[in-house]
């Protein structure tokens, strides 16, 4: 009985036994250049953020600041003081594009402080909001719908305690069409609180005006300036346009109030009867008025109710 060798493993020829070696180092040559690369590439990143760096706004040089670290935590600051704090938990909306860049040799840093006004200076930003919107133009915002309606609720209220003192009749309405619809709004018409708002409304804005010349009559400046005679005139009160003279200012242009406020209130008060009577012959009447204003302007006068007091006693003449 013979016993069978078994077949032995034919040697590996030398070319592929250094193929596969040369292999193996090329990977650990690429493993070791990576780990280089990385190490090397995080030195420099590490260096630079303890650069100064300078912040550009829209392409423009805002400030410099001591590292890439300070330059976003004073961006964001400048952000949040921009919006106010009732905007400052929701992320605005920039208008121009943001870039940090090494800041040139020699450049010495701003303060914080001086950084984060100069960033307020620059920045364009936008906000939600819910907005005032008045016969469909847009005015200002506030950071809720709540708010913005006690901000037209102060507006009624400031008209109706104008002058003069008397019992309110009704309600004040607001004459124009009004909503407060959700928008996104520039930050310079956003308001933080009904108080900051509510001045918008009964604060007269800036007017145009022209400088009388030599021949200038009140008819020929308001054509001029594309203006009724009668908004000229109102745009003008208590300025005699019949007297004007070379060097004079006047306005030409009607800026009213963005919203109208009617208020009625109602008093009373002993009237004499026959005007012009003698004394103690005029008799004696107590009139009931409604009277109708309009942003403080009387504007109506309506009699509701009269009760004679003294019966005169002379002969009326019709």
Known sequence: MSTQTPPTAAPTPPADS?????????????LLALALTGGVGYYLYQRHLGQPVTILVGGKRVATVLNAATADR??????????GAAFAAQTPLRLQKIQFLRAPAGVPADADAVARQKLMGALKLRVHASVIVVNGRSSIGLPDAARAQQTLEAVKDHFAQMPPQAQVVGEPQIVEKVAIVPKVIDTARARSTPEAAAPYFWTPPSV???????????FRIAARNHISFTDFLTA??????????????????????LLTVRVKKTFTRDEPIVAHAPPGEAGLQRVTYVVTYLNGQETKRDVTNMDMLDKPRTQLSL
């Open 18 to 30: 250094l193929a596969r070696q040369l292999r193996v180092l090329k990977a650990l040559v690429g």
């Open 74 to 83: 004073v961006l964001a600051e400048a952000e949040r003081a921009k919006v």
């Open 208 to 218: 145009k005006t022209y400088m009388v010349q030599r021949g200038d009559t009140g």
């Open 236 to 257: 003008n009160p208590g300025k005699d346009l019949n007297k004007l003279r070379p060097g004079d200012t006047v306005n030409v242009q009607k800026m009213p109030l």
